[in-house]
């Protein structure tokens, strides 16, 4: 099954996209170079393609979190430009970090023009995003902003921590999915409330939406990383297990006190790269321990965490069911 | 000659001090960690060790500038601390990129803690810059800020760039140069001025004195990086020809159109690793293609340049005094 975005999603990719490009617009023209070849606007050689860019779910959260408290999609769009180059200056660093040398079926920043252009790419989007969610005027929602990317680098430090080690627990493996990801989709919903002019209550009842729909997101994201196909998500089957990654469904199982869990952990402590057959013995004992069942079911009660949030909020009738279908396209997506 | 700074610049420190401490202790413990040593506060197990620090030139610079205008140096704390973090953040990134191992005759965060720590404190430090100036609630500082901190991206992507060059220009060095190390020392008393509530015409002013005292502090920095003594400056010998970096005397002389130049172009555009009669060589044609004096010259007009700024500006002659004890230590000194 493939679970297409809603159409009130794509339709806010109209308000952010041309909004995206002018603040990019902004950089110079080394900086600009890189970074439009990293949201996949040109190719290497700085020519325009005609496809490109990610799901843009944070800044489509950020207008429909404004729209849910009744003001227009475009007060919410400083904050929704901020959250993607957020998103995106996170995700040339964590390449660098984790050595990843393909991102959405094409080569890393850091691949094609050097690790200096990726870090240096991922600082100007980082100070650019400041720049744009400063200009609103609305010190909380610049607060919003960069409270979530010290949270962010909290989760990617813990991330990159518990590479070393074999005793990860599973609640700080789920602090670390918050960090990662829950933080900046909450950001994205609570900083389009703030520009939106939510009261208190509203906007922390986005926030919290915005957490548990991140965190859903992080869980079905390592289900995938594991059991995605690889041909959709653009990485080799088994690909989490080849990295031996402590991811939420992992640490599940290590953490399960089966005998599958144990045998798990013994073929996690090698140090050798794992066989084709253990990569798949890997899953099986994951799927085996309960733990794919455990994580498959927490990603749901995040999202039905999530739809409670949004049931209190009482947004109006076409945002709510927007928001609604949000979450099962995270639930359901298979890249 | 050993330079010493003067000490109204010594006394800006028991204000800055404790201030940055209290911003680093916002910090999440794994961050606060890596920025606590490579701040010189604590060793690499984390126990506190008694000196540390560089020289703080910019925060100093920022309150000096408060002063200059008749305000409390209170009131560019918080402008002090954020350039002193956004250094301090330039200086974990660019460690990384130039793959250096030490610094101030310690081991480098990433060489200790490995690139993503150093990536991510480094991360970290230019978005808890941001949170620092953000509260003083005046947004022509948070802009002063940002933009100082593209224009150092800039400086140093340039910088990166030239590696792979033999024909940089004079002028596209000098820019590299201001943006690597201009830009922020510009920004240190601009936001100091801008805080202690300048009139435009004395923004400017001291924009510029720390423009141009940036631009002398980087071409002596330059010639250290030749000609400054390693047990002093704590680098290699002839340390910056070692890798045939074009810091301004090397691009001068390479531009010189002497004879000397040409021979210096053939030494550099060799690619297999200089030996020390080379490494000396390209140290004696620098000099006799009159670059070397060039670049002396240049940082003292930067100097002069500067002076003439800070006398149309009539700060309080104590004030006056220390910014021109300043510019003669920029000068002077020999690491």
Sequence with gaps: MTATLPSEVTATQALVQPA??????????AMRRIVSYHLGWTDEHGEPRSSGGGKALRPALALLAAQAV??????????AVAVELVHNFSLLHDDVMDGDTERRHRPTVWRLFGTPAAILAGDALLTLAVDVVERAGDPAATRCLTGSVHHLIE?????????????????????????KTGALMRCAAQVGALLGRASPVAAQLLADF???LGMAFQLVDDLLGIWGSPEVTGKPVLADLRVRKKSVPVVAALDSRTADGARLRELY????PPTEEELHTMAELIERSGALAWTRDRAQRYVAQAQTC???LHPPPPIH??????????LERDR
Tied chains: 1, 2.
């Design 20 to 29: 995206l490009r002018e603040a990019v617009g902004e950089l110079r023209p």
């Design 70 to 79: 009744r003001a227009e999609p475009e007060a919410a769009l400083p904050g």
């Design 155 to 179: 989760g990617q430090s813990a991330d990159v921590d518990f590479e070393g080690r074999l005793d990860v627990g599973l609640q700080e493996c789920l602090d670390m999915a918050d960090g």
């Design 210 to 212: 915005g957490g548990n």
């Design 269 to 272: 402590g090698r140090t050798d």
């Design 310 to 312: 949004l049931d209190r």
């Design 321 to 330: 069911a927007a928001l609604t279908d949000l979450t099962r396209f995270v």
